[in-house]
T-cell receptor
């Protein structure tokens, strides 16, 4: 158990809909990262937050957004969903140094 | 462009047959190189972080090494429970993805009894 908690574990939704994925980082970790894993692309970095502030952005679509709350949990919002958004979405967290980055078990999103 | 390439894509070993996985990288500035193990449908499990050429780290049957252009994950006398996908990632110093991980596509290891 990495200590990073993600909900929901599985989600099936229709095209055009909006979903929210939730992440609770390891106790004491201030950084939260979101990654997308699809069969053909591998693990792709989406966005990072540090203590509530956006720190870095990767290949995140404009239809996607995220935030980190004062209690350090984070949410990834996916809107106007398309079939190609079906993937595993991982949250990860790290301490200040970023020397170890631990991943949650992921949220499996299926868009039908 | 920062890039990570892992080889081979898949590797089949007999139990006890030692081997190595390769991770080559091209980055503007390397902060660290990470190795993870991933089982199907699960999150990546952290194994090691290496920071400088010549550094080595060990955990049970696994040993990771780092040079200026590549890293190796050596598996000594593997067991069937070592079967998984092994992911390599670089943590970059510069650019929009600074501090974050750029992953290779992984090596799928199968160990037969």
């Amino acid at each position: 158990d990495s200590g990073v908690t993600q909900t929901p574990k599985h989600l099936i939704t229709a095209t055009g809909q909006r979903v929210t994925l939730r992440c609770s980082p390891r106790s004491g970790d201030l950084s939260v990262y979101w990654y997308q894993q699809s069969l053909d692309q591998g693990l792709q970095f989406l966005i990072q937050y540090y203590n509530g502030e956006e720190r870095a952005k990767g290949n995140i679509l404009e239809r996607f957004s995220a935030q980190q709350f004062p209690d350090l949990h984070s949410e990834l919002n996916l809107s106007s969903l398309e079939l190609g958004d079906s993937a595993l979405y991982f949250c990860a967290s790290s301490g200040t140094s970023g020397n170890t980055i631990y991943f949650g078990e992921g949220s499996w999103l299926t868009v039908v | 462009e920062d890039q990570v390439t892992q080889s081979p894509e898949a590797l089949r070993l007999q139990e006890g047959e030692s081997s190595s996985l390769n991770c080559s990288y091209t980055v503007s500035g390397l902060r660290g190189l990470f190795w993870y193990r991933q089982d199907p449908g699960k999150g990546p499990e952290f194994l090691f972080t290496l920071y400088s050429a010549g550094e080595e780290k060990e955990k049970e049957r696994l040993k990771a090494t780092l040079t200026k252009k590549e890293s190796f994950l050596h598996i000594t006398a593997p067991k069937p429970e070592d079967s998984a996908t092994y992911l390599c990632a670089v943590q970059v110093l510069y650019g929009g993805s600074q501090g974050n991980l750029i992953f290779g596509k992984g090596t799928k290891l199968s160990v037969k009894p």
